[in-house]
């Protein structure tokens, strides 16, 4: 199936700082990617819509300020976090969506392995 | 989009076969079902999709009635590695994610 590579899986940050996440998508071209937040034991929250050479599209109650997404190619999309704080550590991932031709069948998603983003 | 409504949490023993019954009732004409699994600390795996019908794929098999107002997942003979988060989603099957909503999905334990 088609591949979705999220790097890092795991990153540690200090209070401040800024931390960048990639999303490639490695054998397929995605206009459309989509950034997922996850807390422990809950589902998948949508943040935003990432859109190859246009803005990205946030969802209600997310900081696109704190959350900053950049989609300047068909294979990748980076979710920067800004001046990350303690409350930002969750379970971050990222998707990209087939349409019908790569698994001979209809439009999917496939996602990244996720990034762990811990903030002290 | 439909939404869907799941068991929260099922409990299985090796060998078993697994259903897991999703709901959707307001499905939609131009809808499709998809099932993802989820392992702690890794993104949804696509397991199978389907519109009616029946579909198998070399680890599952989705039935959805006539009336597609649900569906059920189905994994032969279960094994450890199968304990995960299964979740159901409905959407056009062209265009649709924009909106994808996750539930809280179905925790699978596959007990020895």
């Known amino acids: 199936g088609a591949v979705v590579s999220q790097h890092p899986s795991r990153v540690i940050c200090k209070s401040g700082t800024s931390v960048k996440i990639e999303c490639r998508s490695l054998?397929?071209?995605?206009?459309?990617m989509f950034w997922y937040r996850q807390f422990p034991k809950k589902s998948l929250m949508l943040m935003a819509t990432s859109n190859e050479g246009s803005k990205a599209t946030y969802e209600q109650g997310v900081e696109k300020d704190k959350f900053l997404i950049n989609h300047a190619s068909l294979t990748l999309s980076t979710l920067t976090v800004t001046s990350a704080h303690p409350e930002d550590s969750s379970f971050y991932i990222c998707?990209?969506?087939?349409?019908?031709?790569?698994?001979?069948?209809?439009?999917?998603?496939?996602f990244g392995s996720g990034t762990q983003l811990s903030v002290l | 989009l439909a939404k869907t409504t799941q068991p929260i949490s099922m409990d299985s023993y090796e060998g078993q076969e697994v259903n897991i019954t999703c709901s959707h009732n307001n499905i939609a004409t131009n809808d499709y079902i998809t099932w993802y699994q989820q392992f702690p600390s890794q993104g949804p795996r696509f397991i199978i999709q389907g519109y009616k019908t029946k579909v198998t794929n070399e680890v599952a098999s989705l039935f959805i009635p006539a009336d597609r107002k649900s569906s059920t997942l189905s994994l032969p003979r279960v094994s450890l590695s199968d304990t995960a988060v299964y979740y159901c989603l409905v959407a056009p099957f062209s265009g649709g994610y924009n909106k994808l909503i996750f539930g809280a999905g179905t925790r699978l334990a596959v007990h020895p």
């Open positions: 054998d397929f071209q995605a206009t459309t």
């Open positions: 998707s990209a969506r087939v349409t019908g031709g790569v698994e001979g069948t209809n439009e999917k998603l496939f």
